[in-house]
């Protein structure tokens, strides 16, 4: 899995009894890439799924045409399946436009999708599988039987029709809202806060924040968070080994709690 991930990503390899490959994004002047090169170096004959983030949380990378046919071929050469979660794949940032891996993949993928983060409707779950391989979708309905999951639910069911029927004024303004949202955030770091650098993010509604420049342990920073700003952020921990010296912050609110936030931040941090 490129790491740092979404941690339950890393938790179902784990959980499932298999054996967890950590291939790090590259990190290049605060912008993350695919290292196909060390995936392929780390891929043995026991390897057989490479599990994606796309659009990537907590990075908030999109990636490339070049990185995800990389990524296919490499499938193809191992005889891979890559399992691409892209739940988040509505929530582009402008200037950007995602790819399904399953474009590119073919019957070498699977894709996650869902609109509980696009429509903001976790309370009523929904989620699909796009599944190419008749084979490979055949084996995953018998699981489906045998854990009594194959009835989705018929509120988040009639939430998805409504939403993606209805709501697309709606959802262009959330975009926009989020965008200018990064921009603040980013412009707030950069004046006010240069030692926490926001990693730019060209999607979904996460901020990747690198505090390293602190020089703090991620519990001290916690404590401080908590304790003096009354702020609650995800250590980077939570993403991997690899998010070491991060945070990430979630700014899908009102501005002005954002700022709120922000100003909570600076009060706990702006003084190391």
């Not at 999951?149 to 809202?177: K, Q």
């Not at 404590?223 to 991997?240: A, K, Q, S, W």
Request: include cysteine.
């Amino acid at each position: 899995a490129p790491t740092p991930t979404y941690g339950p990503l890393l938790g179902l390899v784990e959980q499932n009894g298999r054996k967890l490959i950590r291939n790090p994004l590259k990190e290049t002047d605060g912008r993350y890439e695919l290292d196909i090169d060390d995936l392929a170096r780390k891929i043995t004959a026991d390897t057989r799924m490479v599990v994606l983030c796309s659009p990537h949380n907590p990075v908030g990378r999109v990636f490339s045409r070049d990185e995800l046919v990389a990524l296919s071929e490499l499938a193809e050469e191992h005889d891979l399946i890559v399992v691409s979660d892209e739940v988040h794949c509505d929530l582009v940032l402008p200037g950007h436009r995602h790819l399904p891996f399953g474009s590119i993949g073919g019957e070498r993928s699977v894709t996650v999708i869902s609109p509980n983060k696009t429509f903001n409707t976790a309370g009523i779950p929904q989620s699909t599988l796009i599944i190419p391989d008749e084979k490979i979708r055949a084996r995953y309905q018998v699981f489906l039987n045998t854990m009594q999951l194959n009835h989705d639910s018929t509120f988040g069911t009639e939430g998805m029709i409504a939403g993606y029927r209805h709501c697309a004024p709606w959802l262009d303004g959330l975009v926009a809202y989020l965008a200018a949202n990064h921009e603040f955030a980013e412009k707030f770091f950069r004046e006010r806060l240069p030692a926490i650098r926001k990693i730019h993010a060209e999607a979904t509604y996460l901020s990747w924040l690198d505090c390293r420049q602190l020089g703090l342990s991620q519990d001290e920073i916690m404590r401080r968070l908590v304790d003096i700003g009354g702020v609650g952020l995800y250590g980077g921990t939570e993403f991997g080994k690899e998010g070491e010296g991060f945070f990430r912050l979630n700014l899908a609110c009102p501005r002005e709690l954002l700022q709120r936030g922000l100003e909570g931040i600076e009060q706990s941090l702006g003084d190391v």
